[in-house]
């Protein structure tokens, strides 16, 4: 499957507090809990047969866009989350407190 990252749609599904992509019936979401002016990421989910396209990386750097707009704190507990703001260095400030 050809998949183009510029052209994927996410979704900010506040009701369910994720950020959600849906290709073919299947969500790729990032999970988060909202607490004032903290935002908990919790957990990025891609469906096996859609890893390796970026997708995890286009909710990752939606969901800390959304984090710096509206001036909150990150707690990354997710591993992928973590590893992204390690490599993405432009996101460090978000996870200071």
């Known amino acids: 499957m050809e998949i183009n990252v510029e052209e994927l749609k996410i979704i900010h599904n506040e ?4 950020f959600e992509i849906w290709l073919e019936d299947s969500l790729s979401k990032l999970d988060y809990l909202r607490d004032g ?3 908990v990421m919790m957990h990025v989910g891609v469906p096996i047969d859609l890893r390796g396209h970026g997708i995890a990386a286009c909710l990752t750097r939606a969901a800390l866009a959304y984090a710096g707009k509206n001036s909150l704190r990150v707690i990354p507990m997710c591993s992928y989350v973590i590893a992204y703001i390690h490599r993405h260095p432009e996101y460090q400030e978000l996870i200071k407190g």
Do not use: G, V
Request: charged fraction near 30%; charge should be neutral; glycine fraction near 0%.
């Open 15 to 18: 009701a369910e507090s994720r």
């Open 37 to 39: 002016n903290t935002i």
